[in-house]
C-alpha cells in the first residue's frame, strides 16, 4: 500500500506562483509513475501532468503547457508541480496520484489508471 499527501496549495492572486508536493510513504520500493489531477467546482477531475519513473516522459494539459512544470525526486519520494502564471480558472481541488509500472517510461493520463490518491489540495487563484 502507498500513500499520497498533497500540499502547498493556497490562495494567490493571478500572475502568481505556488508550488505543490506529493509526497509518497508506505512501499514504494517499486517504481511509481505519478500524475496531477485536478477538479474545479462543478466540473470533471482532469489531467494536468504526468511523469514517469524516470521522469524522462512527461504530458501536460494543453492549457498548462509553459505555465506548469512537473518534476520528482526519488530520493525523496517526493512529486512536485510548480505552477506559474496562474490564473482564475486555474482554480480547483488539485489531486496527486500515483500507479506502479514496470517500465520507467510508463505513464498514464486517465484517472483510471492510477492506484493511489492523495485527498487533495485546494488552489485559489484571485482575480
Known amino acids: 500500500q502507498v500513500q499520497v499527501v498533497e500540499s502547498g496549495g493556497g490562495l494567490v492572486q493571478a500572475g502568481g506562483s505556488l508550488r505543490l508536493s506529493c509526497a509518497a510513504s508506505?512501499?514504494?520500493?517499486?517504481?511509481?509513475?505519478m500524475g496531477w489531477f485536478r477538479q474545479a467546482p462543478g466540473k470533471e477531475r482532469e489531467i494536468v501532468a504526468a511523469i514517469s519513473w524516470s521522469g524522462g516522459s512527461t504530458y501536460y494539459k494543453d492549457s498548462v503547457k509553459g505555465r506548469f512544470t512537473i518534476s520528482r525526486d526519488n530520493a525523496k519520494n517526493t512529486v512536485y508541480l510548480q505552477m506559474n502564471s496562474l490564473k482564475p480558472e486555474d482554480t480547483a481541488v488539485y489531486y496527486c496520484?500515483?500507479?506502479?509500472?514496470?517500465?520507467?517510461?510508463?505513464?498514464?493520463?486517465?484517472?483510471?489508471?492510477?492506484?493511489?490518491w492523495g485527498q487533495g489540495t485546494q488552489v485559489t487563484v484571485s482575480s
Open positions: 496520484a500515483s500507479r506502479r509500472v514496470t517500465t520507467a517510461q510508463a505513464m498514464g493520463v486517465l484517472q483510471a489508471w492510477y492506484e493511489y
Open positions: 508506505g512501499r514504494t520500493s517499486s517504481t511509481y509513475a
